[in-house]
C-alpha cells in the first residue's frame, strides 16, 4: 500500500513554446535598439551639420566684429575731425579663389562688401575703385583716413588694392592710406 505523503508525482514541463516566444520577444528588441541607433545616427549628424554651420557664422561675425575694432582703433588715434575708411580683404577658406573687399566707414555702420570671383574679378575691382572714388568726391573738403587691414590678404588682391589707391592718392589730396593691421 502506498501511503499519500509517499506518492511522487511527476510533472513534465513542455518549455519549447515559452522559449520560443521568449527568442521572438528578444529579436523585437534587437531590432529596435537598431532602428533607435540608425535614428540617432541621422540626429547626431544632423545636429553635427548644424554646428559646423553655427560655427561658420561665428568666424564670419568674428572677421566683422575685427572690422569693427580696426574702425574703433582708428577713430581713437584721431585728435582732429576725420573721415574714416576701413578696407579688410580677405579670402573664403573653403575656397580661396572667392575673396572678399569689405570697407566700412564712420558714416554707416553698415559693412559694404564686394565679392570678388576669377571671371568677374577686374570687373570688380574697377567697382572698388569707382566706389572709393565717390566716397572721396563725397567728403573732398575732409581728411579720408583709409587703414587697410593686410591680415588675411593674398598678393594678387594687395597689388590690386594697392594700385588702385595708388591711383586714387595722385587725383585726390584728401586721401591718406594706413597700411598693415596696427
Known amino acids: 500500500m502506498k501511503k499519500k505523503g509517499q506518492e511522487k508525482s511527476r510533472i513534465d514541463l513542455d518549455l519549447t513554446s515559452m522559449l520560443d516566444v521568449i527568442f521572438i520577444i528578444l529579436m523585437v528588441v534587437m531590432c529596435q535598439f537598431r532602428f533607435d541607433a540608425d535614428k540617432d545616427a541621422k540626429t547626431l549628424e544632423k ?36 573721415t574714416f575708411l576701413t578696407v579688410f580683404v580677405d579670402f573664403e577658406a573653403a575656397d580661396p579663389s572667392v575673396r572678399h573687399i569689405r570697407m566700412l566707414h564712420n558714416e554707416d555702420p553698415a559693412i559694404e562688401d564686394i565679392t570678388i570671383r ?9 567697382s572698388f575703385e569707382s566706389r572709393l572714388e565717390e566716397y572721396l568726391s ?44 596696427d
Open 118 to 126: 576669377p571671371e568677374t574679378e577686374n570687373a570688380q575691382y574697377r
Open 47 to 82: 545636429y553635427k551639420d548644424e554646428r559646423d554651420e553655427a560655427v561658420e557664422r561665428a568666424e564670419e561675425s568674428e572677421e566683422e566684429a575685427e572690422i569693427y575694432r580696426t574702425q574703433l582703433e582708428s577713430i581713437e588715434d584721431a585728435e582732429q575731425r576725420v
Open 138 to 181: 563725397e567728403n573732398d573738403g575732409m581728411p579720408v583716413l583709409l587703414t587697410l587691414n593686410e591680415e588675411r590678404i593674398l598678393y594678387r588682391d594687395h597689388e590690386a588694392v594697392e594700385d588702385v589707391l595708388e591711383l586714387l592718392k595722385t587725383s585726390h589730396a584728401n586721401l591718406f592710406v594706413r597700411y598693415g593691421e
